[in-house]
C-alpha cells in the first residue's frame, strides 16, 4: 500500500541553524501539508500546498518557515533559522484531492530537537 | 472558529469491555469529522470519517462512530477492546474548501488492561 515517507525521523540541531525536513507524498497525490505537534499538545497545521504554490497557512507559519517541492517526488520544510519552542515532530501529510471529503494520508513524521 | 473538544484526555478500559471516546465540534455549518490513531513512533492512521453520506459510520479495525447533529457530536465506539487498540486518538474537524485544513483535538489516550 503506498504511504508518505519522511526523512529524517530525527534530527538535532543548534538553535539558530537551518533544518530540512523532508518529505515524499504518495505518488499520484496533488495536495500537501505540513503539521506540526509539540510534545504533550494538539496536532496543529502549518501549511498546504498545491500546484506548486501555498493554498493556506497558519498564524505558526512566519517567514522563518518555507516549503518547496524541488522536483516531482519530495516536499520539503524549511525553518530558515530554529528557535527553541520550534522543537516539535513535524508530520507531512498528502491528498489525491483537495476536496474537505478527502483523506489526508500522513507519514511517520520527523522528530525535531533545537538546542 | 471550527474546533473540536475531545473530552478525557486519558481512558483506561479491560480488554474486552467497551471503548467510548468522546468528540464535540463547535460549528454553524456541517463538518466534515474524522478519526485518527496514532500508535507509539507512528505517524497518524486514518480510522474513519464522516462526509454527509450517513450517520452512522463504520471504520478500521471494528471502530465505529456516530454523527449526531442535534449534540454536536462524533463520539467512537468499539464494542470490545483489544490489547492492540492501545494508542493516541485524535478527533479532527474539516470544513468546505479545497485543500483545507484539519483542525484536530487535543488527543485521548487509550489504555487497555487486562
Known amino acids: 500500500e503506498p504511504e508518505v515517507t519522511q526523512t529524517p525521523s530525527h534530527q538535532v540541531t543548534q538553535m539558530g541553524q537551518e533544518v530540512i525536513l523532508r518529505c515524499v507524498p504518495i505518488s499520484n497525490h496533488l495536495y500537501f501539508y505540513w503539521y506540526r505537534q509539540i510534545l504533550g499538545q494538539k496536532v496543529e497545521f502549518l501549511v498546504s500546498?498545491?500546484?506548486?504554490?501555498?493554498?493556506?497557512k497558519s498564524e505558526i507559519f512566519d517567514d522563518q518557515f518555507s516549503v518547496e517541492r524541488p522536483d516531482g517526488s519530495n516536499f520539503t520544510l524549511k525553518i530558515r533559522s530554529t528557535k527553541l519552542e520550534d522543537s516539535a515532530m513535524y508530520f507531512c501529510?498528502?491528498?489525491?484531492?483537495?476536496?474537505?471529503?478527502?483523506?489526508?494520508?500522513f507519514g511517520p513524521g520527523t522528530r525535531l530537537t533545537v538546542l | 472558529a471550527q474546533s473540536v473538544t475531545q473530552l478525557g484526555s486519558h481512558v483506561s478500559v479491560s480488554e474486552g469491555a467497551l471503548v467510548l471516546l468522546r468528540c464535540n465540534y463547535s460549528?454553524?455549518?456541517?463538518?466534515?469529522l474524522f478519526w485518527y490513531v496514532q500508535y507509539p513512533n507512528q505517524g497518524l492512521q486514518l480510522l474513519l470519517k464522516y462526509t454527509s453520506a450517513a450517520t452512522l459510520v463504520k471504520g478500521i479495525n471494528g471502530f465505529e462512530a456516530e454523527f449526531k447533529k442535534s449534540e454536536t457530536s462524533f463520539h467512537l465506539t468499539k464494542p470490545s477492546a483489544h490489547m492492540s487498540d492501545a494508542a493516541e486518538y485524535f478527533c479532527?474537524?474539516?470544513?468546505?474548501?479545497?485543500?483545507?485544513?484539519?483542525?484536530f483535538g487535543t488527543g485521548t489516550r487509550l489504555q487497555v488492561t487486562l
Open positions: 501529510a498528502s491528498s489525491e484531492l483537495g476536496a474537505s471529503t478527502d483523506t489526508q494520508y
Open positions: 500546498f498545491y500546484n506548486n504554490e501555498i493554498s493556506e
Open positions: 479532527a474537524v474539516r470544513y468546505t474548501g479545497t485543500a483545507s485544513k484539519l483542525t
Open positions: 460549528s454553524s455549518v456541517p463538518p466534515y
